[in-house]
């Protein structure tokens, strides 16, 4: 909990450590110092050729007497009991056999150790009877109750360490001036992390935001951090970053905003930034003399590549499946990708035969190609065969059921699969497991169940190289010149979809948008039958960019369709092109199939209608309302169109 760098502080340490141990099965001053004088040459590294044999006994026994005279006995309520200062004409303590005043007296005082190291030392030694003692006897410095608690915690006893930490705080306003100072940072990031195990979201950020408001500027820094970083879990980047701001202007310098400045820059995928940002710290906190060899270790990696240097400097707490995955998805980078084969489907189960319209002509009458060309028969994808020995000895491990259609994860959500390790010693030995769809995409299914991934550098390392390489192995298989299609319909194309999909949803969030965009054409263009409505993000982006010949023919594919962006997007793209009576017909149609939209586009104010995420209407209210909510700016942006639709469905 408190870091000290230097070499010679560690082995003060261990010193220190060493000798509670001693003290605390004993509890005996005589047999104490007669320890010490035989183990402390050891531990300090002295011998005959550096100080003579009576001067290393004196001063074993001068610095076992301070250790002694500070520590805290529970035999004594936990007390100190320093030792009596022994008369001039008895036997010096050292055993030297002077007495004392022709002895040690003649050296200055036992050096005086801090209170809060020995005391920091000894709760981590204390037996849990011993430590309920000294916590219910007050014994135990306020800010150190946190060392208390932090123990609880690793005991999975979050509630017990909750109810040590809150008198602390509660309430804040009745503290005495100054009584909580910077020492207290400690304990608030423990309770914080004991109601993260209670699942006090709320209660967390009740107080935390009552923290901010602290006399001491380190806390209210620490509380702003911690505030940022909930902001970051839950993708609330704006509100991180003003968190972030408030923790700065409370300490400007501090180590810890570098860090989170690094995180958050990293999880809004501004690596440029983080990077540049990383160097700046790296400077400003050697300027000013730091000390935290991590974090300048940290800022140096992080100038490199900040997403490794989180993965890196979080690696202690990180489960280690999640490393060994990151290790054995970054294997692929050196390795060929698979040829999957495309077997032909039977009649029956060729999806291209059920009388759906073909994809549109591949150009338009200006000769630009479109991108999607029209689909000729279905397909399934067969792997490699030797990975289909693989692929069942992979099952018999990894049992976890597929994802319902496109759903990330199957539910419940339990995360089982990540305690049975043993798929893990598969892949590990084998790397042509990097090969198989199906495996990739029971990884990335397994990956969501796992709460740790979802932080942003996880991600980064271990999900988005599974999803590129099962995108890379589609593109292989099936290149845009490849007029073959691989419809979801056909189980054995799922796998391979489905990382499309997420590698999509990915780069959706990241704010990605061309890429985004390019991964919904491959989609479309390998399943033109969009199981999952897919073509509704893709006419958003085509219109927010003004593509308006693809999100025409895009439209055109899916005559009649009743998905509010296909059928309205229609009308937009119609009229931007001067189209007015294309316009006006397909208005028609749209306004036939959902009379819903025109209303909640035209007015400037719609109260939000009553939505049941479970249950949605095909042409109602709530449909109109998502719709008004994602494209409702791009109609406002085009002249004279909103109120031409409020004429036309009056």
């Known amino acids: 909990m408190f870091q000290r760098e230097t070499a010679d502080e560690d082995r003060i340490e261990q010193i220190i450590l060493q000798s509670l141990r001693q003290i605390l099965e004993h509890q005996d001053s005589a047999r104490f110092l007669a320890w010490a004088g035989e183990a402390y040459p050891d531990f300090l590294g002295l011998s005959t050729e550096d100080l003579p044999a009576d001067e290393t006994r004196r001063l074993s026994v001068l610095l076992a007497t301070a250790i002694w005279n500070a520590t805290p006995l529970p035999a ?259 390795r060929p990708l698979p040829t999957y084969s495309l077997a032909a489907c039977r009649s029956a189960d060729d999806p291209t035969q059920n009388g759906q319209l073909s994809l549109f002509d591949e150009t338009n009458a200006g000769g630009e190609q479109y991108p999607f060309p029209s689909p000729a028969a279905a397909a399934r994808l067969r792997p490699p065969k030797p990975l289909l020995r693989l692929e069942a000895e992979w099952h018999s491990l990894f049992d976890a059921p597929k994802p319902r259609s496109t759903q990330l994860a199957p539910l419940p959500l339990d995360g089982a699969v990540w305690e049975k390790g043993g798929w893990m010693e598969l892949l590990t030995r084998d790397p042509a497991t990097l090969d198989s769809l199906d495996i990739l995409d029971d990884l990335a299914t397994a990956l969501y169940t796992h709460p740790e991934s979802a932080l942003p550098w996880i991600a980064h390392s271990v999900l988005v190289p599974a999803l590129e390489r099962g995108r890379d192995i589609l593109e292989l298989a099936l290149p845009p010149s490849n007029r073959r299609s691989i419809p979801w319909s056909l189980a054995e194309n799922r796998p391979g979809l489905r990382l499309l999909f997420r590698l999509y949803l990915f780069q959706e969030e990241s704010g990605q948008e061309t890429h985004a965009a390019a991964t919904l054409a491959t989609l479309l263009r390998l399943n033109p039958d969009d199981d999952h409505g897919i073509r509704a993000e893709l006419m958003n982006h085509y219109l927010r960019r003004h593509e308006d010949e693809k999100a025409l023919a895009l439209a055109q594919r899916f005559p009649g369709d009743l998905l509010a962006d296909l059928a309205y997007g229609e009308v937009l793209v119609l009229y931007r092109l001067g189209r007015k009576t294309d316009a006006e017909r397909a208005l028609t149609g749209a306004f036939g199939r959902l009379p819903r939209i025109p209303h909640f586009l035209t007015r400037k104010r719609v109260r939000e209608p009553a939505i049941d995420s479970a249950s949605m209407t095909v042409g109602g209210d709530d449909r109109a309302w998502f719709y008004r909510q994602a494209m409702r700016d791009v109609w406002e942006a085009e002249p004279g169109v909103l109120a031409w639709l409020k004429k036309r469905t009056a």
């Open 76 to 334: 004594c309520e936990f007390r100190p009991q320093p030792l009596a200062t022994p008369a001039p004409s008895s036997p010096c303590p050292c055993g030297s056999g002077r007495s004392h005043k022709d002895c040690c007296a003649e050296l200055e005082e036992s050096p005086e150790l801090p209170a809060d190291l020995i005391w920091e030392l000894l709760l981590e030694e204390l037996s849990e009877p011993q430590l309920q003692r000294a916590v219910d006897a007050n014994a135990v410095p306020d800010h150190l109750l946190a060392v208390a608690a932090d123990r609880w915690l690793d005991q999975d006893r979050p509630r017990r360490a909750a109810a040590l930490l809150e008198p602390l705080f509660e309430p804040l306003s009745t503290q005495t001036p100054g009584s909580l100072d910077e020492r207290f940072c400690p304990a608030l990031n423990v309770l914080c992390d004991a109601y993260d195990r209670l699942d006090h979201w709320k209660k967390k950020r009740d107080f935390l935001h009552r923290m901010t408001a602290s006399d001491c500027r380190k806390l209210s820094a620490a509380a702003w951090q911690r505030l940022s970083t909930i902001h970051i879990d839950a993708g609330d980047f704006e509100e991180a970053k003003q968190a972030f701001t408030q923790a700065m202007r409370q300490v400007p310098d501090n180590p810890a905003t570098a860090l989170l400045e690094i995180t958050l820059l990293a999880a809004r995928h501004e690596y440029g930034i983080a990077r540049q940002r990383a160097a700046f710290w790296h400077r400003r906190l050697s300027r000013n003399g730091a000390q935290e060899e991590a974090t300048m270790d940290f800022l140096v990696r992080a100038t490199k590549d900040p997403q490794e240097a989180l993965v890196e400097s979080q690696a202690a707490m990180i489960e280690p499946l999640l490393l060994r995955l990151r290790d054995w998805i970054g294997a692929a980078a050196d």
